[in-house]
């Protein structure tokens, strides 16, 4: 029997038999493709880490260069300390997705309140929230390199610090962004913005932590901040709040650096998440948690 190729009933099986075979080769060559794209993923990663202490590399030769310079990566918890058995290691953290997945909520809800912050990270998820640590070589000296993320003005931004092995002074700054406006807050990403972090300290003269602010009107003099970027107001207090927020969770190690005995507080984790503020996370990271907000 001839097959009336004109007919709807043809036009119509003809064009689910192509939506089921393009579909089957687009699942395929996105199967293919995930190592490759993992692999660009973690040397994009490998090369912001090391432009945090001044070495700049193609991906090609970025695994090597971060191997060759590393000393060793350590994980934290939201209190400072070393965590002896990770879950994770350092490297497969991604303090972006972790952002993303509900943390930003947290860091909102308890903005000003160090303490109740702790407690919620501590009693986030499985195990509490984990932060990386990054020790690499530079001029024969070990330096700490730490991610930071948090809010611009139109999303996420994030990058990388680096303290020296005094535990106080700046010496590499890296940021980036994704959707920050063309010529003012995306400027975070240029060398004109990072470079003036070199040289800041993360303490003032008394020994207490200042973090590193982004001033608008003039930072000159300031061993503590730098200018805000002009028309970016928003984006630049994004970039003072991620910094001086994220810093102070590693400030017992910084202190150690120092010589000093940790002047911070180590909040236990509440027993009950109930403790938690519940409003502080979404429904959809709630329900995934099985926390309840009854």
């Known amino acids: ?19 089921v075979v393009v579909a089957t ?15 660009n993923v973690a040397n994009e990663k490998r090369q912001n880490i090391l432009a945090s202490i001044g070495i700049e590399v193609d991906a090609a030769d970025a695994e090597e260069a971060y191997n060759t310079n590393l000393v060793r990566a350590v994980v934290v918890d ?24 509900g943390l930003s909520n947290i860091y909102k809800k308890n903005a000003g309140d160090m303490d109740g912050m702790k407690s919620a990270l501590l009693a986030f998820g499985d195990g509490g929230v ?11 000296e070990e330096v700490y390199v730490v991610p930071v993320v948090g809010t611009g003005l ?8 680096t303290i020296s092995s005094d535990g106080k002074t700046v010496i590499g700054a890296v940021f980036d ?6 010529g003012l807050g995306a400027e975070i990403n240029q060398a004109s913005f990072q470079k003036p972090f070199e040289g800041k300290s993360i303490f003032d003269e008394s020994g207490e932590y200042t973090g590193i602010k982004v001033m608008k009107g003039g930072a000159k003099g300031s061993e503590h901040g730098v200018d805000a970027i002009s028309g970016g107001t ?26 000093q005995a940790s002047m911070v507080e180590e909040i236990e984790m509440p027993l009950d998440s109930a403790a938690i503020a519940m409003d502080s996370l979404n429904v959809e990271l709630r329900d995934s948690l099985g926390l309840s907000s009854n």
């Open 130 to 140: 984990n932060y990386p640590m990054f020790v690499l070589k530079k001029d024969g």
């Open 25 to 39: 080769l687009l699942a395929l060559a996105s199967e293919s493709l995930k190592p490759m794209q993992k692999e």
């Open 154 to 161: 139109w999303g996420p931004i994030w990058g990388y610090l």
């Open 78 to 101: 939201a209190n400072g300390q070393e965590v002896a058995d990770p879950k994770f290691g350092a490297f497969d953290i991604d303090v972006l997705k972790d952002y993303k997945a």
């Open 1 to 19: 029997m001839a097959v009336d190729v004109n007919s709807n009933k043809y036009t119509f099986f003809f064009a689910a038999v192509m939506v």
């Open 177 to 182: 962004h994704k959707s920050e406006t063309p």
């Open 234 to 259: 928003i984006t630049s207090n994004g970039v003072t709040e991620m910094i001086v927020r994220t810093l102070k969770i590693y400030e017992p190690i910084f202190r150690q650096l120092q010589g």
